[in-house]
């Protein structure tokens, strides 16, 4: 009985050292999380103006443009950047953006074409890697706090394959899959055509019923065509960084729930281990109180 009093108090020890651990990787991702949401909220508005005077000189460019939708029929290669993470315990954060990347490569591939991976975080890096699959680019070790650099290091990546040749290895249109962070509670994976970019035309009562107005009357020096040249790069860069600010928060966010559950369940296990101990001390002083009444009426009869 004492033994086994002894592995229950070893095992409690253990479990709230467990406890303590996770308790405090909660308490982290929870202010790491505020931080990730204020970076998010601060790159908005350029996103939403960039966006603006991409589409105005879009609108106004008369055309083609290697960067714009082109309907090219005779598609071989797509790249794809998948974003996970470089830790792990945040639940199936990694597991659902690779599972996402997995479907639109096998949807790809329907269509004939070749897929291009370009990889963010170990965990995208390590799943490729154990199934002996090619990988153009990878990156590591900045998934919880991108910066800007990053995004600019990958953009770049991505644009020079966009240009390159196609019998060079270059390729046709770049995908990218990163978690949309909802809320606290809700993260999803999401894809997203980055390169060439869709032209949608609209009419006017189309537009304002989705609540966008007309485009002021811009002119545009040199060209609307060189306006693009120089803006569409930093629009690939401004939505890979958006992208990965983005998968930050939701790795905080699973990265938290995940600890708050592990939590719990180390809550409830003490519980149970304490209740399972204290019948072991119970058991033990039963037994001793017995022996000694055994050994009291022993006395007493010999005497």
């Known amino acids: 009985m004492g033994s086994q009093l002894r592995v229950f108090r070893r095992r409690i020890k253990s479990v709230q050292a467990t406890k303590k651990i996770t308790k405090a990787m909660e308490l982290i991702a929870s202010s790491r999380i505020v931080k ?5 909220d601060a ?7 960039l966006i603006r005077a991409i589409s105005a000189a879009a609108s106004t460019h008369t055309g083609n443009h290697p960067l714009l939708d082109t309907n090219v029929v005779d598609r071989k290669r797509a790249a794809v950047l998948v974003i996970t993470s470089d830790r792990g315990l945040a639940g199936g954060y990694s597991s659902s953006a ?7 490569s096998v949807l790809l591939s329907s269509q ?5 991976p370009f990889l963010v975080g170990r965990k995208a890096v390590g799943y490729y890697k154990f199934r002996g699959r090619a990988i153009r680019a990878s990156w590591t070790g900045f998934t919880d706090q991108p910066q800007v650099e990053n995004a600019k290091e990958i953009a770049a990546s991505l644009i020079e394959a966009f240009h390159q040749p196609l019998n060079e290895g270059g390729v046709d249109e770049i995908h990218i899959v990163y978690t949309n962070f909802e809320s606290m509670v809700t993260q999803k994976p999401v894809v997203r055509r980055i390169l060439p970019l869709e032209v949608q035309e609209k009419t006017a009562a189309e537009a304002t019923a989705a609540g966008q107005g007309p485009f002021p009357l811009y002119s545009f020096e040199p060209s609307a065509k ?3 040249d120089a803006l569409l790069p930093k629009y690939v860069e401004n939505l890979v960084y958006t992208s990965l600010l983005l998968s930050a928060a939701s790795e905080h966010a699973a990265r938290r729930r995940a600890m708050k559950a592990a939590t719990d369940n180390a809550e409830d296990l003490i519980k149970n281990l304490s209740r399972q101990a204290n019948q072991a001390r119970q058991a033990e002083i039963t037994q001793e109180i017995s022996e000694i009444v055994g050994g009291a009426d022993a006395l007493s009869a010999s005497a």
């Open 43 to 49: 790159a908005s508005p350029y996103t939403r103006e």
């Open 112 to 116: 004939g074409l070749e897929i291009v």
């Open 98 to 104: 690779i599972k996402e990347a997995e479907q639109l």
């Open 226 to 228: 060189a306006v693009l």
């Open 36 to 40: 990730a949401q204020q970076r998010v």
